[in-house]
């Protein structure tokens, strides 16, 4: 908070003018001791868990696979020379590694937490409508707009980044949630996704619409037909997001898409293996590489993997995904739908902002992929209990 409110500062004067201290120069180094003071907090968090459950990374190996999908972003972002990002991007690589070792079996919870935040998040959004209307609900702009003819950006300041916030609590939603709460709260969501005018957003959620319809069928009735529904719907989504990017041709195919998935497409040819780093979208497009409008991403998630992390993230993601569906029951089910909100948000834009070392796209990543699903133990005893608790024939005859 210091550094932060000293940097809108670049100096302190006297009545005469004359510079006193250079309070700029001291944000940054009060920003600087933030970070290393953050690392080591998170350090010491981990090792002492480490201490006292040593045997929890040995459970399953999803929480390393994890880190390391950050670990080759980082080794990217050394590469560029970006070393302060480095130091940053470190603190976050220990909590991922803390909290999806040390999280497990709480997966109900977590989602609970998720469905809280965006509950509150959509009162936010009403007050600040009924305080600043005009900063919340603009015109139409001439490519897009909502289907009650206005643009609802909500607290985010822009259509995208409000709806796929609620975007990303449909899951959650469905998973902390049962009957009638679980169909009100889908509905209070999916309803300001309409009107948020979000293309990417709104194909999303009616996608994630009919897979949540299909989940829920699968665990109700227990049929392994809705299961594999389910799990085709997602492939399908991951096959049309990792195809249609190939088939642009012109630069504003898919609203201007084309461009950026152009030139998203040169960098991982130029390097495949590793990729650019988590920074090396922003750097491109502040060196003016990529055209200004819109590039906060390559608008793809498996572009933007490809581009963070290269061809050797996407078979970590691809090996985190396998650990995450592996799971019986519940919790295979659980992991689908939260896939399915990276498969379907990531076809026009990034789900999940790895690029940006985006800090709340790496909390859903750990709390909803990594936290719940690392490790069955709750599943694994209900079904044991199960066992036990239904005698056989024989043993109601004795």
Same mark, same amino acid.
């Given at each position: 908070?210091?550094?932060?409110?000293?940097?809108?500062?670049?100096?302190?004067?006297?009545? =005469?003018?004359?510079?006193?201290?250079?309070?700029?120069?001291?944000?940054?180094? *009060?920003?600087?001791?933030?970070?290393?003071?953050?690392?080591?907090?998170?350090?010491?968090? +981990?090792?002492?868990?480490?201490?006292?459950?040593?045997?929890? *990374?040995? /459970?399953?190996?999803?929480?390393?696979?994890?880190?390391?999908?950050?670990?080759?972003?980082?080794?990217?972002?050394?590469?560029?020379?970006?070393?302060?990002?480095?130091?940053? #991007?470190?603190?976050?690589?220990?909590?991922?590694?803390?909290?999806?070792?040390?999280?497990?079996?709480?997966?109900?919870?977590?989602?609970?937490?998720?469905?809280?935040?965006?509950?509150?998040?959509?009162?936010?959004?009403?007050?600040?409508?009924?305080?600043?209307?005009?900063?919340?609900?603009?015109?139409?702009?001439?490519?897009?707009?909502?289907?009650?003819? +206005?643009?609802?950006?909500?607290?985010?300041?822009?259509?995208?980044?409000?709806?796929?916030?609620?975007?990303?609590?449909?899951?959650?939603?469905?998973?902390?949630?049962?009957?009638?709460?679980?169909?009100?709260?889908?509905?209070?969501?999916?309803?300001?996704?309409?009107?948020?005018? =979000?293309? #990417?957003?709104?194909?999303?959620?009616?996608?994630?619409?009919?897979?949540?319809?299909?989940? =829920?069928?699968?665990?109700? =009735?227990?049929?392994? !037909?809705?299961?594999?529904?389910?799990?085709?719907?997602?492939?399908?989504?991951?096959?049309? %997001?990792?195809?249609?990017?190939?088939?642009?041709?012109?630069?504003?195919?898919?609203?201007?898409?084309?461009?950026?998935?152009?030139?998203?497409?040169?960098?991982?040819?130029?390097?495949?293996?590793?990729?650019?780093?988590?920074? $090396?979208?922003?750097?491109? #497009?502040?060196?003016?590489?990529?055209?200004?409008?819109?590039?906060? /991403?390559?608008?793809?998630?498996?572009?933007?993997? *490809?581009? &963070?992390? $290269?061809? !050797? %993230?996407?078979?970590?993601? &691809?090996?985190?995904?396998? !650990?995450?569906?592996?799971?019986?029951?519940?919790?295979?089910?659980?992991?689908?739908?939260?896939?399915?909100?990276?498969?379907?948000? $990531?076809?026009?834009?990034?789900?999940?902002?790895?690029?940006?070392?985006?800090? *709340?796209?790496?909390?859903?990543?750990?709390?909803?992929?990594?936290? $719940?699903?690392?490790?069955?133990? %709750?599943?694994?005893?209900?079904?044991?209990?199960?066992?036990?608790?239904?005698?056989?024939?024989?043993?109601?005859? !004795?």
């Amino acid at each position: 908070m210091a550094s932060k409110a000293l940097n809108e500062f670049t100096s302190a004067t006297d009545a =005469s003018g004359t510079t006193l201290v250079q309070l700029g120069t001291i944000g940054t180094a *009060l920003g600087k001791l933030e970070r290393i003071v953050g690392a080591l907090i998170a350090l010491g968090f +981990l090792c002492w868990r480490l201490a006292r459950e040593r045997g929890a *990374l040995r /459970s399953s190996p999803a929480p390393l696979v994890l880190a390391s999908i950050c670990v080759v972003g980082l080794l990217g972002d050394l590469w560029n020379g970006m070393v302060g990002r480095v130091v940053t #991007a470190a603190t976050l690589v220990l909590v991922l590694v803390a909290a999806s070792t040390f999280g497990q079996s709480r997966m109900r919870s977590a989602a609970f937490g998720a469905t809280m935040f965006v509950t509150s998040y959509l009162l936010a959004t009403t007050v600040v409508m009924l305080v600043n209307y005009g900063g919340t609900v603009s015109p139409c702009p001439e490519r897009k707009c909502s289907v009650a003819g +206005l643009i609802l950006e909500g607290p985010a300041a822009t259509d995208n980044n409000f709806a796929f916030v609620l975007l990303a609590g449909l899951p959650c939603v469905a998973i902390a949630t049962r009957g009638r709460a679980r169909l009100a709260l889908i509905f209070c969501l999916f309803v300001p996704i309409l009107l948020s005018g =979000s293309r #990417a957003a709104i194909f999303g959620a009616a996608s994630l619409a009919l897979l949540i319809a299909a989940c =829920s069928w699968a665990a109700l =009735s227990g049929s392994r !037909l809705g299961t594999f529904l389910a799990g085709t719907m997602v492939l399908t989504g991951v096959g049309v %997001g990792l195809i249609l990017p190939l088939t642009t041709v012109e630069p504003d195919d898919y609203t201007a898409r084309g461009a950026l998935w152009t030139t998203a497409q040169q960098m991982v040819a130029e390097r495949p293996l590793f990729g650019w780093g988590n920074s $090396g979208w922003q750097d491109q #497009a502040i060196a003016g590489v990529i055209y200004e409008g819109g590039a906060y /991403s390559p608008h793809n998630q498996w572009l933007d993997i *490809l581009v &963070s992390t $290269g061809f !050797l %993230g996407l078979v970590l993601v &691809s090996v985190f995904t396998y !650990l995450l569906l592996r799971r019986p029951g519940p919790a295979r089910i659980d992991g689908l739908m939260l896939l399915g909100f990276v498969a379907f948000g $990531g076809v026009l834009e990034s789900a999940l902002g790895l690029n940006r070392y985006d800090s *709340l796209s790496w909390l859903v990543l750990v709390i909803c992929l990594g936290a $719940g699903h690392v490790r069955t133990g %709750g599943d694994e005893a209900t079904i044991k209990s199960k066992h036990v608790e239904r005698p056989t024939n024989e043993a109601l005859a !004795l």
